[in-house]
């Protein structure tokens, strides 16, 4: 079934691959210019990124390493939105599991789509502030250090590219802007 997507036609779409977390497709279409061709999009499920910070002005970043890029990541709590779960349950459920903290003041500070050219995966962003220590309950599956450090740390961690983890980088400097 032929269908208009924008500027293109999709003719034919196929599943190229599919497991619990990403989905491959691949479109066969007209493109803008008339010709043919096809487009590849990888989706991803719905994420959430979280940056807590406490009374003091520390925020409260996890390290672990990420297998995509061989190497260790700073990064704000983030994780997937499971089936069924709207975005601000997720958000707390993964403050808890990789920080070991609950919040009593969650703001939303809007989504963003990490990579608009062939990815479909948007990330809400949540900024957490009244903080309560409730203990980990960590992901089996995940080796995550719970790190703090003074906020003016992490946005400086941005700048210099110490912290290149896209939700985070944009987490991070949104609620700076947000704190003033």
């Known amino acids: 079934m032929t269908r208009q997507h924008g500027p293109w036609v999709i003719h034919e779409s196929t599943e190229k691959f599919r497991n619990k977390f990403v989905a491959v497709t691949e479109d066969r279409v007209t493109q803008p210019d008339g010709s043919a061709g096809t487009f590849a999009t990888v989706e991803m499920n719905p994420g959430v990124a979280v940056l807590a910070i406490d009374d003091r002005g520390d925020v409260h970043l996890t390290r672990q390493y990420r297998y995509a890029i061989g190497a260790d990541s700073v990064e704000v709590v ?66 995550i250090t719970p790190i703090s450090m003074p906020f003016t740390e992490a946005i400086s961690m941005v700048h210099e590219g110490a912290v290149t983890h896209a939700p985070s980088c944009v987490l991070i400097l949104k609620a700076a802007k947000y704190i003033g």
């Open 78 to 143: 983030s994780g997937t939105v499971e089936a069924g779960e709207d975005t601000r349950h997720a958000a707390d459920r993964e403050l808890r599991e990789e920080a070991g903290l609950t919040a009593d003041t969650w703001i939303d500070l809007g989504s963003i789509d990490m990579d608009t050219s062939i990815l479909r995966c948007p990330v809400q962003l949540f900024l957490a502030r009244g903080l309560r220590q409730v203990g980990n309950d960590p992901d089996p599956a995940e080796r």
